[in-house]
């Protein structure tokens, strides 16, 4: 059975930085593209960002390029959202998503 599990999320000030991890268990990545993706209170799940495992090709919405990168880890079957300065406007349920499954999402919050 294919699971998705998100964390590192958490509230952080603007300009703040976060980690987040999504550990996938049951398929290997190998050969599948990963992506995460946000949702605001109110709003509709959008797409952030998602990486090629076979030749680590990245994708951003433009929203976060320059601040956020996307990295995996084969051996460890995980995929990671680095996210710098982090904006008010960056806050939302962020999901991973992989083999049309999907995590259960974690929180990122931004405030003073």
């Known amino acids: 059975q294919v699971q998705l599990v998100e964390s590192g999320g958490g509230l952080v000030p603007p300009g703040g930085s976060l980690r987040l991890s999504c550990v996938v268990s049951g398929r290997t990545l190998d050969g599948y593209a990963i992506g995460w993706f946000r949702q605001a209170p109110g709003g509709m799940r959008e797409g952030v960002s998602c990486i090629m495992s076979d030749d680590g090709t990245t994708y951003y919405t433009n929203y976060v390029r320059g601040r956020f990168t996307i990295s995996i880890d084969k051996a460890k079957n995980t995929v990671y959202l680095q996210m710098n300065s982090l904006k008010p406007e960056d806050t939302a349920v962020y999901y991973c998503?992989?083999?049309?499954?999907w995590g259960q999402g974690t929180q990122v919050t931004v405030s003073s």
């Open positions: 998503y992989a083999f049309s499954y």
